[in-house]
């Protein structure tokens, strides 16, 4: 009996505490999973909302601008008028503010800053953001960007890949030639770092135009980083005769996978990975602390249970799919915000070479009816079928329940560089589509048929749609056209598109920084997160291509004249049907009335708990 009222006792702390706590905690509850908490590992918007709380960058957007700055752990922002940018853009100078501490109580310093920007480059992990960094610091070879340090190292050692430095299946160098060679490598990126005081003082080997973008808070891979205790959990040391060691290492090895020491407004109180993570405020932040002590992200796969709980109040905000928006629209209680520019487009990706070891993804592998080859969509007149096959318009007014458009390239509207009208954008028509099926491998497709995955992360409404789409369309105009439609989890998902193993897949992307080189990099280089993905034929055609009119586009600041250089790659990318370009989103936010504090900035991922209020 005892055991039984001290079981109740506890039990009703519990929930006492919680009602108590409920008024100074944010709740909200979305869809996806949190694939890591490295800055340097993170590229997408489940990461970069956690580590948004967590960590701090050099500067940050001014409330809802995306054009203007205002001071984080730099206490000015670089401008020629005052002197902090030099040499014709290609020297910046930042104030270090001094007092800022780190959530394990270490004190923040300059050298904490050139630490976390070198490992950025560094750890350059597959697919990863450290592009971003890379060129802007790193010097050119032949007049193009550098996207990742190995390049320098291939370079300097006189050998053809990076594989070649090294000992087969291990990160020892193989002779004494290469290590120097890797060294000189890092030390081109060291030069540009210098120390006075209490400045950071960054000399660019080129000018860079969007460089301040790249430092902005909700770059994750731009956060700063505490070198004493990164050292002490194993991650790099800071030296430049070892950072190969820790050059792109898998996700789960990388030390900084599940853990953190920022020194942002909230610490890491718990994460369960593929369902909450929870944070705490950290009382000693620099600006000062948060108005909520408590700040949880929630992974509810289910519509039906994120309505239940903001109609009950256990979640403040949650994620709505387009054709549920009416079931929280003028409901007391409840704000819906809706029309919010996006600076994101979600696309199709055409694996011109499929990863087709062990891949359930494309059945045979042959062109027999029961699969696909590898490079199936390295077929410009399949990629082509598949664009007319598509039902664009249905699919704006029907998903996205006309709270979208649709693009025609992978520049956003809003940004500059988007071009209306050139190229036009793909519509449906199955007269087309049939053509070019019939027209691919010399028939042999149409006669055969073909069997094939496509892939989704799931609770990705709008794109296990898009997917259901392509399956009723092929099966209609062919009944030999057998499409299957799968989901996985966001992580799993990531991994199988890095390692190359989806046929076909929808994917958003978000801007990085508010400049079109952000989506034409990722997309339409060789060596950008998605076109390096996609295959050895895609990248030859982009090398071809591609290559030197994105180099064009950054050597001039004349925004005419990069345009003209868009516009020209993107009709390239029509003509030949590189992606299918779905949707730009307008954003929609809901939340509960007595919530305050939201703002809305297209360069933030989400929520931003250190705004937030009851």
Known sequence: ???????????????????????????????????????????????????????????????????????????NIPNEKDG??????????????QGVYFHNGDLLTPQDVVYSLERAVIFDRAGGPSWMLAEPL?????????????????????????????????????????????????????????????????????????????????????????????????????????????????????????????????????????????????????????KIEYGIIKKVPEFTTRKLDLLRGNADTIYVPRQYIKQVENVPGIKVIKGLSVLSVDIGVFNFN??????????????????????????????????YLFPYKVFIKQIWMNQAIVPNSVIPKGLFGYNPNDPKPFSQNLAKATEYFKKAYN???????????????????????ACEMIKFYARRINPKFHINVVSELWSSFLDDYANGRLPFFVVGWSADYPDPYDFEQPFYSPNGAYGSTIGKNYAKWAKENMEELLIKSMKTVNQSERAKIYTKMNELAHDHAIYMFLDQPLAMHIQRADLKGWYYNPMRPSIDFYSLYK
């Open 1 to 75: 009996m005892k055991r039984s009222l001290v079981i109740l006792a506890l039990s009703l702390l519990v929930v006492m505490t919680f009602a108590m706590a409920s008024s100074n905690m944010v709740v909200e509850e979305t869809i996806g999973l949190i694939p890591t908490l490295d800055p340097a590992w993170s590229y997408d918007t489940g990461s970069g909302e956690a580590i948004w709380q967590l960590y701090d960058n050099l500067i940050q957007y001014d409330g809802s601008s995306i054009s203007q700055f205002k001071p984080m752990i730099s206490t």
């Open 138 to 290: 790193l010097p050119e070879i032949n007049g193009a960007y550098v996207d990742s340090i190995e390049q320098w190292a291939v370079k300097l050692a006189g050998v053809n890949k990076y594989e070649d430095l090294f000992v087969e299946g291990t990160k020892t160098p193989k002779n004494e030639k290469y290590k120097k060679a890797l060294i000189s490598a890092f030390n081109l990126l060291a030069k540009d770092f210098e120390i006075k005081g209490n400045d950071v003082i960054i000399h660019l080997p080129h000018a860079y135009p969007p460089f301040l973008y790249i430092l902005a808070h909700g770059v994750s891979e731009s956060s700063i980083l505490d070198q004493k205790w990164m050292i002490s959990k194993g991650a790099w040391d800071g030296k430049a005769d070892t950072w190969w060691k820790y050059h792109n290492p898998t996700r789960e090895k990388d030390p900084l996978y599940s853990i953190e020491n920022g020194s942002g407004p909230f610490t890491l109180e718990r994460w369960t990975k593929g369902r909450e993570i929870v944070f705490k405020r950290f009382d000693r932040y620099w600006a000062g602390p948060a």
């Open 84 to 97: 902090t940018i030099l040499d014709n853009g290609m020297t910046y100078v930042f104030h270090i503010r």
């Open 354 to 387: 499929i990863n087709s070891m062990g891949n359930r993804y494309i059945g045979s592998g042959k062109l027999d009816g029961r699969g696909i080859p590898a490079d199936f969509f390295s077929n410009e007149d399949v990629r082509l079928a598949f664009e």
């Open 443 to 465: 028939g042999e497709l149409w006669k055969k048929g073909f069997t094939m995955t496509l892939v989704y992360n799931t609770g990705n409404i709008q794109r296990q749609t």
